[in-house]
DNA sequence: CCTGCTGTGTAGTATGTAGGACACATGACG
DNA sequence: CGTCATGTGTCCTACATACTACACAGCAGG
């Protein structure tokens, strides 16, 4: 299991080859956390951060805000609101979906989504 | 929006109207908390409990834990842990049923169910 | 009446969450 | 070769979370 920092780290220093503003201080910057924070986030010295700080991360690094916040063991807020609007209806259908294998899951999305209902 | 505490004391007194037992103090002992907590829990002088908590008052009170912990802000762990698990995916399929009717969403659930993969 | 259960007020605690401030050694490079 | 940017170590803090402990007034029944 490669933890939240790794992936991180790898990704910056991936993107850092091509542009030098990609050095941990500048994207802490452009973050707007401090550069011994995202060290020691990188590290994994420290649990990974908050929802919106992992989320100005993922922009920043070109990633999918989903992926890097499962990664930091955490659910987008806005996923959690659905559910909560309807958590019986959610609860059973995740619990329902969750050894289905992605195709299957991915052609419910896209039948909801060419409106069947 | 009635809170979470509206919800809990007025089903235990619901219940206990039939069964002595579910006075504040043996429910609180039950559930494994200090009758003075459960009291501030229910007149919303604390925020809701922890989800271990609320699950055994689910229990004790009857309730569903999923529509309990959603009134007290919170998603079944459980569920949290299949989102991570496939983020994608899951998140997509979230949004996309957000509008979606009961009805529609409880066809998919029966779909799936009935081994349409 | 007095024993015992009822709910509740006040105070305090432990742990987790989410970082900031500052200093420092190292290496790049102009 | 001096300057500047790089990553990192240490210390500290503010706030939220999730409760416990203890005391106390009210009333209910035997």
Redesign the pocket.
């Known amino acids: 299991m490669t933890h939240f920092g790794a992936v991180v ?1 790898e990704e ?2 991936r993107l ?1 080859r091509r542009d ?9 910057l452009r973050v ?9 986030i ?2 994994g ?10 989320r100005r991360l993922a922009q920043e690094l070109g990633q999918n805000p989903d992926v890097l916040l499962a990664l930091a063991g955490k659910v987008s807020g806005d996923l959690l609101a659905i559910i909560r609007a309807r958590p019986r209806l959610f609860a059973e259908l995740l619990r329902q979906l969750e050894e289905a294998p992605d195709h299957a899951v991915l052609r419910v999305v896209r039948e909801v989504r060419d409106g069947e209902w």
Chains 1, 2 share one sequence.
């Open positions: 780290r910056r220093e850092r030098r503003r990609f050095s941990l201080r500048q994207v802490a707007g956390v401090e550069p011994a924070y995202l060290s020691k990188e590290r010295r420290v649990p990974p951060p908050s929802e919106a700080v992992t």
